[in-house]
């Protein structure tokens, strides 16, 4: 098997053009390091160099080698050199995804780590909890944040658990249900705005409705774009749901909304990662920023 030692002999023979100098520098012996060549010219099965009387002279074969060889040096060079940065903390990606209702969270906490950290690049996913998940699994992020009602359960996932709060209806600030208790048989007649099948918030209104008049709410709109969500409610007789504390962010506050009797369902919030997963030093450090920061913002849930 070639590495990259016999590389960085090559090179050292190449700049000496001389097996003995090059052997000197190298601190090896001179049949080692011939040997060491011999090995590489046996693996591409050409000569690399000719032997004259008093040193060696590249053949067209090690020219053609040379930036190849150099390129393979300089990039274990490199990649130690970023591993070790990475391993101090000094350096590297954090690749994470944010459910949609904490961007600003997850805004504030990459201003401070890039303060604090300035070589420090970052990979942010922005979707509702199901995608999340599916991302996580693809390891195409370390960690997100975001509901975690189906990950507190499933062995395949680490939650740290942040806070939980309810789930609340919204809908037009006009419309005859913002403010009020609305039993779900007056809601028979509504159309919804709601996630994916996929999500929790929205299994559990389908549940509700079901154990409550035995048929599911009729939805208009199947999406998981908040965006959409709050610009199609507004000015319409549309219902939607949304988590209670969403209610004080921007966007949701100019929405009026209502409890939907007998729905209790309330959204788990916290930090999932793979089990078993180890963390980078940084993406360590930007979770616990995560953390602070929302923790700050939210009522702890009572355990």
Same mark, same amino acid.
């Given at each position: 098997?070639?590495? %990259?030692?016999?590389?960085?002999? @090559? ?12 052997? *000197? ?17 046996? &693996? &591409? ?7 004259? =009387? ?6 067209? @074969?090690?020219?053609? %080698? ?5 390129? $393979? ?13 990475? #391993? #101090? ?12 209702? @904490? ?28 995608? $999340?998940?599916?991302?996580?699994? #693809?390891?195409?992020?370390?960690? &997100? ?10 062995? #395949?996932?680490?939650?740290? %658990? ?20 609305? =039993? ?10 709601? =996630? ?35 610009? $199609?409610?507004?000015?319409?007789? &549309?219902?939607?749901?949304? =988590? ?10 100019? @929405?009026?909304?209502? *409890? ?33 920061? %929302? ?9």
């Amino acid at each position: 098997m070639i590495n %990259l030692r016999q590389y960085s002999h @090559f090179i050292a023979v190449l700049e000496s053009a001389s097996l003995l100098e090059a052997s *000197r520098k190298l601190n090896i012996s001179q049949p080692a390091l011939s040997k060491s060549i011999g090995a590489l010219e046996t &693996y &591409y099965d050409v000569a690399l160099f000719r032997r004259l =009387p008093r040193g060696v002279r590249p053949t067209a @074969f090690a020219l053609t %080698l040379e930036p190849h060889a150099r390129r $393979l040096l300089h990039d274990e060079a490199e990649s130690r050199a970023e591993m070790a940065a990475v #391993a #101090a903390g000094s350096s590297g990606t954090v690749a994470i995804g944010v459910g949609a209702a @904490f961007v600003q969270v997850a805004s504030d906490a990459i201003r401070n780590l890039d303060r604090e950290v300035p070589n420090v690049q970052f990979k942010v996913i922005t979707d509702h909890a199901h995608n $999340l998940r599916q991302a996580l699994l #693809a390891n195409r992020i370390e960690f &997100y944040l975001g509901m975690a009602n189906n990950e507190m359960s499933d062995p #395949a996932f680490d939650v740290e %658990l942040l806070f939980a709060d309810a789930f609340v209806g919204i809908c037009a600030p006009q419309h005859p249900f913002s403010g009020k208790i609305v =039993p779900p048989e007056k809601c028979l007649d509504s159309e919804w705005i709601v =996630p994916d099948l996929e999500e929790p918030g929205r299994a559990a209104l389908d549940a509700h409705f079901l154990s409550s008049l035995g048929r599911k709410p009729q939805v208009k709109i199947t999406t998981n774009a908040d965006q959409l969500i709050r610009q $199609l409610l507004s000015g319409t007789r &549309y219902l939607s749901i949304a =988590p209670q504390s969403s209610m004080t962010m921007p966007g949701f506050q100019d @929405f009026g909304h209502f *409890r939907l009797q007998g729905f209790a369902f309330r959204r788990e919030v916290g930090i999932v990662r793979r089990t078993g997963h180890v963390s980078t030093p940084l993406g360590r450090r930007f979770s616990k920023m995560l953390s602070t920061e %929302l923790q700050a913002q939210a009522e702890p849930s009572p355990r």
